[in-house]
């Protein structure tokens, strides 16, 4: 299996910046691509960014495009989430997931316990 951990959560200012870590344990035939979650209270959870192990183009919310960048460490052991231009609207528990390339919950067969991040205006 994948075992995933995510940290950098935290508070930051609208208009800020933070970046997320999720630290991959691990390879399996059903986890060729890590992605990013987000669950804000009282809303489902939605697919903001995942990215093929093996390298290549990143997959991307519209809601993300533009301000949020994934990448992963040379060794495909760390996967990053860089958040930039925050708004309250980001605020909610982030997390790390493993499945297919996809950006749909249902896709992914590993998570992480998620990290949480406030937004302060």
């Known amino acids: 299996g994948v075992r995933l951990v995510e940290s950098g959560g935290g508070?930051?200012?609208s208009g800020g910046s933070l970046r997320l870590s999720c630290a991959v344990d691990g390879a399996a035939r059903d986890a060729e691509c890590v992605g990013w979650f987000r669950q804000a209270p009282g809303k489902e959870r939605e697919g903001l960014s995942a990215i093929y192990r093996g390298g290549g183009v990143p997959?991307?919310?519209d809601s993300v495009e533009g301000r949020f960048l994934i990448s992963q460490a040379i060794d495909r052991?760390?996967?990053y989430l860089q958040m930039n231009s925050l708004t309250s609207e980001d605020a909610g528990t982030y997390y790390c997931a493993a499945g297919?390339?996809?950006l749909r919950s249902d896709a992914m067969v590993y998570w992480g316990k998620?990290?949480?991040v406030a937004?302060?205006?």
Do not use: D, H
Request: one cysteine or more; charged letters at 10%.
């Open 77 to 79: 052991r760390t996967v």
């Open 100 to 102: 297919e390339c996809s």
């Open 119 to 121: 937004i302060s205006s």
């Open 11 to 13: 508070s930051a200012n």
């Open 59 to 61: 997959i991307v919310a």
């Open 114 to 116: 998620g990290t949480l």
